[in-house]
C-alpha cells in the first residue's frame, strides 16, 4: 500500500532539515507543496535541493469563509487520496514541524484507511531561541506556546507563566508590546528566522505601527 508521508522542512534554512526527510524526499513518487495565493511555496523553496519527484501545487488560502476552507481542504485530500490510489508515495512537505499549527494535520485527519508516516522538524520557535542563545526554559521551569488570536488569553498566559512564545503575532503586535511592559516581559522578537532576510530586535518599540511579516515570533521572558 502507498504511503503519504508528512515531512516538516524546517524554518528557512536548507542545512536544518534532517536526513531522514532528505532521504525521503528523494524516495517518494509526488511531492506535494502547500500554497497560498499569490505567495508561492516557502516549504518547496526549502525542500527544492532535495526533491527528486514530481511537484504538485496546492492551495490552502490563508483567509476563507469556514465552509469554503472545508471544502478547499476537502477537494485537496482528494487529490492526495487519488495519488495514494495510485500506488503513488507522497510527501506533504510543510514548513517547521508537521504536528505544529500546520495544514499537515488537516490533510493527516482526512486520510483515515491510508498509511502515514510523520516526520517531525525544527519549529519555529526552536530555531528562534537557537539563533538567540536564550534558553526558552531551564531546570524545572514551565513554558507556555500561544497563538496571538485573543489578547485575554495571553493576558492569563502571562500570568501563569515566566516563559511564554507568542506565535502568529502580526495582527496584534502593538497590543502585545503595550501588554508585555504591563506584565513586566522582556520580548525578544524574530522575522523569518532562518531565511535570508531574517531580521532579530529586543527593542519591540521600533516596530510599533508597522507591518509585521506574519512568520514572526516573540520569545517573551519575565523579568526579576
Known amino acids: 500500500m502507498a504511503k503519504l508521508y508528512g515531512i516538516?522542512?524546517?524554518?528557512g534554512d536548507k542545512n536544518l532539515i534532517s536526513l531522514k526527510a532528505v532521504e525521503t524526499l528523494g524516495q517518494v513518487d509526488v511531492v506535494v507543496a502547500p500554497t497560498s495565493k499569490g505567495e508561492g511555496s516557502i516549504a518547496y523553496e526549502i525542500a527544492k535541493p532535495y526533491i527528486k519527484s514530481d511537484v504538485v501545487f496546492l492551495e490552502f488560502p490563508m483567509i476563507y469563509t469556514?465552509?469554503?476552507?472545508?471544502?478547499?481542504?476537502?477537494?485537496?485530500?482528494?487529490?492526495?487520496?487519488r495519488f495514494l490510489d495510485e500506488g503513488k508515495n507522497v510527501a506533504f512537505i510543510t514548513i517547521g514541524d508537521p504536528m505544529i499549527y500546520s495544514t499537515y494535520v488537516y490533510i493527516l485527519n482526512g486520510i483515515e484507511g491510508y498509511?502515514?508516516?510523520?516526520?517531525?522538524?525544527?519549529?519555529?520557535?526552536?530555531?528562534?531561541a537557537s539563533r538567540l542563545n536564550i534558553p526558552?526554559?531551564?531546570?524545572?521551569?514551565?513554558?507556555?506556546?500561544?497563538?496571538?488570536?485573543?489578547?485575554?488569553?495571553?493576558?492569563?498566559?502571562?500570568d501563569m507563566f515566566d516563559n511564554v512564545v507568542l506565535m502568529k503575532i502580526s495582527r496584534r503586535f502593538d497590543e502585545?508590546?503595550?501588554?508585555?511592559?504591563?506584565?513586566n516581559f522582556k520580548g525578544y522578537l524574530v522575522i523569518k528566522c532562518?531565511?535570508?532576510?531574517?531580521?532579530?530586535?529586543?527593542?519591540?518599540?521600533?516596530?510599533?505601527?508597522?507591518?509585521?511579516?506574519?512568520?514572526?515570533?516573540?520569545?517573551?521572558?519575565?523579568?526579576?
Open 8 to 11: 516538516g522542512v524546517g524554518i
Open 66 to 81: 469556514k465552509e469554503n476552507l472545508k471544502a478547499k481542504w476537502d477537494e485537496n485530500i482528494k487529490k492526495i487520496k
Open 115 to 128: 498509511e502515514a508516516e510523520t516526520i517531525p522538524g525544527i519549529s519555529s520557535f526552536s530555531a528562534a
Open 136 to 158: 526558552i526554559a531551564t531546570g524545572d521551569e514551565a513554558f507556555a506556546v500561544i497563538p496571538s488570536g485573543d489578547i485575554l488569553e495571553i493576558s492569563k498566559a502571562l
Open 176 to 183: 502585545i508590546v503595550k501588554i508585555l511592559k504591563e506584565k
Open 194 to 224: 532562518g531565511h535570508d532576510d531574517e531580521q532579530i530586535s529586543l527593542n519591540l518599540d521600533e516596530y510599533i505601527g508597522k507591518k509585521i511579516d506574519y512568520m514572526s515570533l516573540i520569545i517573551a521572558k519575565k523579568e526579576r
